[in-house]
Every structure is written in structure tokens, then in C-alpha cells.
């Protein structure tokens, strides 16, 4: 990734696609996140979460992850959280 950013500081590129929060980390790391700024939202996906039949506290792990997710959705900190990361 910080070969790329490089590549666009230099000129040599245009645009380089990477995941937003790898770019952000390197951006800063490298101190020039207020020289490049992102374009365009390239891709959103959904993230999956599955818990081992194997394992016996597996159903009580998936009813405490839905119980958290609802309390950060009910006091409004879930949306915080997307904002976050945007």
C-alpha cells in the first residue's frame, strides 16, 4: 500500500484502489493523509459471523452477540460506530 501511495505522490499513477481503512492507517503513518483524498466508494460487503457447532457455548455466544448488537443499535452507538468507519 505504500508503494502505491508513492506511486501517486510521485505521479507515476492516477488512482490506486485500497480498503479505506488500510489507506487512512497508511496515509497517516506515512504523514500525508491531507494529500490524498478518496474518489469514490469502490465496494461494500457484508461480513459474516458463524460459530462452531463444536463448540458447546455457541448458541449462548449467538444470543449475547444479537443482545449487544441491539443495544448498540437502541442507543443509537451502532450508527456511531459506521460513522467511524466511513
Not at 469514490?40 to 457484508?46: P, Q, R
Not at 437502541?74 to 467511524?84: H, R, W
Request: charged share 20%; hydrophobic share 50%; proline share 2%.
Amino acid at each position: 500500500q505504500q508503494q502505491l501511495i508513492n506511486l501517486l505522490l510521485i505521479g507515476r499513477i492516477d488512482a490506486a484502489l485500497m480498503f479505506d481503512l488500510v489507506a487512512k492507517e497508511n496515509l497517516k503513518k506515512m504523514g500525508v493523509d491531507d494529500e490524498i483524498i478518496p474518489a469514490f466508494a469502490n465496494h461494500s460487503s457484508d461480513i459474516f459471523l458463524a460459530f462452531s457447532k463444536g463448540n458447546p457455548q455457541a448458541q449462548t455466544l449467538a444470543t449475547q452477540l444479537d443482545a449487544g448488537l441491539s443495544q448498540l443499535k437502541a442507543t443509537g452507538q451502532y450508527d456511531k460506530l459506521l460513522l467511524v468507519a466511513d
